[in-house]
């Protein structure tokens, strides 16, 4: 089981964790298995005995992964509806702890919650934390030359894996070169993020802006502030600029 564990990352969860089609629980379980499918996050795998899998039905679509191996996806049949290749296990897994489990496409699903909380856009990694701090640093952001914000009151959040993001008062923000948009994304640690585009001597730099008017509760702390993305913008912190960090959203 050691070489097995090095080639697919694998833990237990103490979550109870539920998820749900039509209003019908395909998955509860008490015990279930979080397994590192991606290197950003985990998906979660649930003992065959907690999944209605009388409500499975074999689908002629498969796929393989090496570390994992073969992929064997399954239609959900709940109420009059169907919901296409929703799950998937590996039956003849090289990882014998895999052969037992099932998982789920987590857009496939109505919903899923960690015990009576719901949960938004995949797991919540154990091994991230996210820390909101409020700070006296001197913040100054540019864009193109123009100073689109100046700070001494942010807040700055510490997620793991992450840079560190500099959330800021509306009132140190150059609201008046922001235009809101229709584009929203979902953190599972901070809630639904709303954007706004900045535009620079017409010059449109898409959704670089956002922010969480009603974050999830962990997250509080950055209530109703606006951080720009510091891969894309020229900051400077305490009168030191700093280098455009690398990372996913470079």
Excluded at 7 to 25: D, N
Excluded at 188 to 207: Q, R
Excluded at 217 to 242: H, I, R, T, W
Aim: hydrophobic fraction near 35%.
């Amino acid at each position: 089981m050691a070489d097995e564990r090095q080639r697919v990352r694998m833990e237990r969860s103490a979550k109870r964790v539920r998820t749900y089609v039509g209003g019908v629980a395909i998955a509860d379980s008490t015990a279930p298995w979080l397994v590192w499918e991606k290197p950003f996050y985990p998906t979660y795998y649930f003992p065959d005995d907690d999944v209605r899998t009388d409500l499975l039905v074999a689908s002629e679509t498969t796929d393989r992964v090496p570390s994992r191996g073969e992929i064997r996806y399954l239609t959900i049949k709940s109420g009059e509806g169907a919901v296409v290749d929703a799950a998937y296990h590996h039956p003849e897994s090289p990882v014998e702890a895999l052969r037992n489990l099932y998982a789920f496409r987590w857009d496939a699903m109505d919903s899923w919650f960690e015990e009576d909380v719901e949960v938004y856009t995949h797991p919540r990694d154990p091994h991230t934390r996210v820390d909101a701090l409020p700070s006296s640093r001197h913040v100054v952001v540019e864009v193109d030359g123009v100073k689109v914000a100046d700070s001494t009151h942010p807040t700055l959040l510490f997620e793991t894996g992450l840079p560190v993001r500099y959330y800021l008062p509306k009132t140190d923000v150059r609201f008046d070169l922001l235009t809101p948009t229709d584009h929203h994304t979902r953190c599972p640690y901070k809630g639904t993020a709303s954007y706004w585009t900045l535009k620079i001597n017409d010059v449109e730099h898409h959704n670089l802006v956002w922010g969480y008017p009603y974050p999830l509760p962990e997250s509080m702390g950055v209530a109703g502030l606006v951080c720009f993305y510091n891969e894309k913008v020229d900051m400077v912190v305490d009168g030191v600029p700093q280098e455009r960090p690398r990372s996913p959203f470079s």
